[in-house]
């Protein structure tokens, strides 16, 4: 450091005249404080005023992303905008639906799974995705051979959120499974498969709501706003489900911003 500069420069570590050995190393263990002070400033005195970060391009691989969202749903189209009155009834019924489910968690929880339901890891993201959905929608097989019965193989039609099911999962495991399949949707169709156990999940979600729960459910009522608009053939029944969906989020979990406000 250059004398003016460090005369412009107030002493955090101020060292006085002190008797310093003639012999005094400042390489060595400071043997007084006298000598710890010293060998402080002289190592202050010998950084660079400008230090540069060495960084190694390989390391690099995924160029950084930003994620910007609107703030409310996009409108429904037009005609399909939900009614106040079924928006209230809508909520009513879950209500209702949480409220049997949280009284008679314990006696479903007892009752025997299948022997052909095996429920994945907490952690299993793709186990779950296919226990769901089923193979033929997570792998989007829409043609299927004249002799396959669908009805009973549940591997390809996926395993519908059973009461003696979800009650056996935890509530981490809950919110894991709604990031799993909010996180397919994010890429992928609305089905009739999805729309079940997005309900029912949202069913088992505990209140007050955790901050990732809160995220990820404003994140799936943006999703369906966005499906919904994008709905060409206006399919009735699919645009229901995706109202019932965001109706849910936004007024039954107090996500007011995000509610379809009644033309």
């Keep these: ?3 003016g500069m460090e005369e412009l420069m107030p002493r955090l570590l101020p060292v006085g005249d002190c008797d310093l050995a003639e012999d005094f190393d400042p390489t060595v263990p400071p043997r007084t404080p006298q000598e710890y002070l010293k060998r402080v400033q002289i190592e202050a005195a010998r950084c660079p005023d400008v230090v540069v970060a ?24 037009e005609g399909y905008s939900p009614t106040l009155k079924w928006q209230q009834q809508q909520v009513a019924n879950f209500s209702a639906v949480r409220q049997s489910l949280n ?45 396959e019965n669908l009805g009973i193989d549940y591997m390809k039609v996926g395993f519908p959120p059973l009461l003696s099911i979800v009650s056996r999962m935890s509530q981490a495991t809950v919110t894991s499974v709604l990031e799993y399949l909010i996180s397919w949707f994010g890429e992928k169709k609305f089905t009739p498969e999805l729309g079940r156990w997005l309900y029912a999940l949202l069913a088992c979600l ?3 709501l955790l901050p990732e729960a809160h ?3 404003r994140q799936l009522a943006r999703r369906c706003s966005e499906v919904r608009a994008l709905e060409e053939s206006k399919n009735e029944e699919q645009i229901s489900a995706l109202n019932l969906i965001i109706c849910l989020v936004s007024r039954y979990f107090d996500q007011r911003d995000l509610a379809d406000e009644p033309s």
Excluded at 54 to 77: E, F, H, V, W, Y
Aim: hydrophobic share 25%; with cysteine; net charge positive.
């Design 1 to 3: 450091m250059e004398p």
């Design 215 to 217: 995220s990820l459910i």
């Design 103 to 147: 009284k008679h968690r314990n006696h479903w929880r007892s009752q025997h799974l299948d022997s052909n339901v095996t429920m994945p890891k907490s952690e299993d993201e793709e186990g779950w995705k296919k226990f769901c959905l089923g193979e033929r929608v997570y792998s989007e097989i829409d043609a299927l051979s004249e002799n």
């Design 206 to 208: 505990e209140k007050p």
């Design 54 to 77: 060495q960084i190694d391009p390989r390391k690099l691989k995924k160029k950084p992303t930003i994620n910007i969202s609107i703030s409310g749903c996009q409108p429904a189209p």
